[in-house]
C-alpha cells in the first residue's frame, strides 16, 4: 500500500484503507459490515432500522465475525436512540465511531466522546457540516447531491472542497464513488477518505433479495436514478419504479393514507408506544418540520423495507445513488476492495513528481482519476 492511502481517517478508525461503508436502512448488517471491516475498510452497521434486541444480536455477530472495530449508525427521532446510545457505550471497545444524520445534542455527543467512541455525522450542507463541528463531531462525512437515499442538491465535486475550507476535522467524501479513480480524486481533493452505499448494496454479502438487486443492475441512465420528494417529504433519490410513479402521481391525499399505513407498521416494527409517536410529531415539529412532512416521515423505513427486505421491489422504493447505472457486477465486498485499492495506488504512483516529469504511459491520467465522482 501506497503511503498515500494511509490517512487520518485510516489512524483515527484503525482501518487499512480509507474507505467507508454507510449505513444503508435495512442492508448494512452484520455480514456485509463484517465483510468490510475484515476487507480493510470501516463498515457501520444501521441500527437506525433496527430493534435493540436487533442491534444486540447484530453487534455480537459482529464479534463473532470480525475482530476489526466497526461503527454503528442511528438517528434521535427513533424510539430506542437512548437505547442504542447505552449500547454504543457499553460496546465501546468494538465499536470505534457512531454516524447520525440528525444528531444528538452536544451533552450526548461529549458522552461518546468521552467513552472513546467518535461521532462522524453525514451531512448534504456547509452549514449542517460547521453545526457538526461546533457540537463536537471528530470526523465529517460529506455527501453530495449524486449519492442516494436523502440527500442535497449540491454536487459532490462543489460541497467538498466548500467543506473542506471551511472545517478542520477529517473530512470523507460521498456520492458517487465506486471505483479507485474516484478515491484518487478524492484524496487530491484534500479529502481524508471516501464513504460507499450503493457500491456495497451491490455486492455478493448484501443481503438485498436478489428480486431488487436485478433492478439495481438493470438500470443504464443515470437520469432514471433521480431525487423525489414523493416518499417523505425530503429530496432523496431512487430509481424510477413503479411505486414511486404512483406516489408523484397519486397526489396528497393518497401520499397521506401511505404515510398513516406506514406510521402504523413502523410503530408495531419498532414497539413505539403511542404516546412516544405522539411526542416525536410534536418534537418534529418544534424542529420546523410541516404536519405533512412529518406523517409521512414514516413512509420511508416501511416501504424501502417491502423491497430490500421482502424482495418486492415494484411495490416498494429503491434508494440509490447515480452509480448504480455504471454498475453491472456484485463482486464480493474482498475483490471490490481490492480492485479499488490496486486502481487507486496506480493512479497516485501515475502522478508526477515534479512539473515536468511525465506520466507512466501504463497508468490512467490523473484527470481521468476524478471521473467517478460524476456517475
Known amino acids: 500500500m501506497t503511503g498515500a492511502l ?84 457499553a460496546n465501546a471497545d468494538r465499536v470505534r465511531a457512531v454516524s447520525y444524520g440528525r444528531g444528538p445534542d452536544a451533552k450526548t455527543i461529549r458522552r461518546l466522546k468521552d ?98 438487486l436485478a433492478k439495481y443492475l438493470a438500470v443504464k441512465d443515470p437520469a432514471h436514478i433521480r431525487a423525489s420528494t414523493a416518499l417523505d417529504g425530503l429530496p432523496q433519490r431512487m430509481i424510477d419504479n413503479p411505486f414511486l410513479l404512483s406516489l408523484e402521481n397519486g397526489g396528497l391525499l393518497r401520499r397521506l393514507v401511505v404515510a398513516l399505513s406506514s406510521a402504523w407498521q413502523w410503530r408495531a416494527h419498532t414497539g413505539m408506544s403511542l404516546s412516544h409517536m405522539v411526542k416525536t410529531f410534536f418534537a418534529a415539529l418544534r424542529e420546523g418540520e410541516s404536519a405533512i412532512q412529518t406523517m409521512m416521515s414514516a413512509n420511508a423505513p416501511v416501504i424501502i423495507q417491502r423491497a430490500m427486505v421482502q424482495g418486492r421491489p415494484d411495490e416498494g422504493v429503491l434508494p440509490s445513488g447515480q452509480v448504480a447505472a455504471v454498475l453491472d457486477s456484485l463482486p464480493t465486498v474482498a475483490e471490490l ?22 506520466r507512466d504511459a501504463k497508468a490512467p491520467g490523473f484527470a481521468r482519476a476524478t471521473d467517478s465522482t460524476e456517475a
Open 6 to 89: 494511509d490517512t487520518s481517517l485510516t489512524r483515527l478508525l484503525g482501518c487499512r484503507y480509507p474507505i467507508v461503508q454507510t449505513a444503508m436502512g435495512w442492508v448494512a448488517d452484520a455480514r456485509l459490515t463484517a465483510a468490510t471491516s475484515n476487507a480493510g475498510g470501516f463498515g457501520f452497521l444501521a441500527a437506525a432500522t433496527m430493534s435493540t434486541a436487533e442491534l444486540d444480536a447484530a453487534i455480537a455477530a459482529m464479534r463473532e465475525l470480525t475482530p476489526q472495530r466497526f461503527g454503528v449508525n442511528f438517528h434521535m427521532f427513533q424510539p430506542n436512540a437512548a437505547e442504542v446510545i447505552e449500547r454504543v457505550i
Open 115 to 212: 467513552a472513546g467512541v467518535l461521532c462522524m455525522p453525514t451531512v448534504g450542507a456547509l452549514k449542517h457540516a460547521q453545526k457538526a463541528v461546533e457540537l463536537g463531531a471528530d470526523i465529517i462525512t460529506v455527501q453530495g447531491a449524486e449519492g442516494g437515499g436523502h440527500t442535497g442538491s449540491v454536487p459532490t465535486t462543489l460541497l467538498l472542497p466548500q467543506v473542506l475550507d471551511a472545517v478542520k476535522v477529517p473530512v470523507v467524501a460521498a456520492g458517487g464513488f465506486h471505483s479507485g479513480r474516484g478515491l484518487a480524486g478524492a484524496l487530491a481533493f484534500g479529502a481524508a477518505g471516501i464513504a460507499m452505499g450503493t457500491r456495497f448494496l451491490m455486492t455478493a454479502e448484501s443481503p438485498v433479495p436478489g428480486e431488487t
Open 337 to 358: 476492495m481490492q480492485a479499488i485499492v490496486v486502481e487507486a495506488e496506480r493512479c497516485l504512483l501515475a502522478l508526477p513528481r515534479s512539473p515536468g516529469e511525465a
